[in-house]
């Protein structure tokens, strides 16, 4: 079976889908090999369910990394190994994260 995919130029990735977890949560579906901007994604997720909080990229099928709001601010966490912070979204692409 073939999944289709689309580039989106915010995302700076192909994606699949969004999806809707729960009250609340959204789900990001992206292909093998892609990771998507944080910011975007937040951006995107608010505009599909403004009262987000919590977001889960799927990379492949399998968690790869969740964006939570946290008393106003948007965390980054490597579902992959559990890493906060910018190292955890700078992993997701295979880069090292900024100084």
């Known amino acids: 079976m073939t999944i289709s995919f689309t580039y989106n130029r915010r995302l700076k990735c192909d994606f699949i889908a969004w999806r809707v977890l729960a009250d609340g949560e959204i789900a990001l579906d ?10 975007a994604a937040i951006e995107i997720a608010e505009k599909i369910m403004p009262a987000v909080r919590r977001i889960v990229t799927f990379v492949g099928g399998q968690p790869d990394t969740e964006y939570r709001l946290w008393k106003g601010d948007w965390m980054a966490l490597d579902k992959r190994s559990n890493v ?3 190292a ?12």
Request: aromatic residues 0%; charged residues 15%.
């Open 30 to 39: 992206l292909p093998d090999g892609n990771c998507c901007d944080m910011t």
């Open 88 to 99: 955890a979204d700078a992993a997701s692409c295979g880069r090292s994260p900024a100084p």
């Open 84 to 86: 906060q912070g910018q």
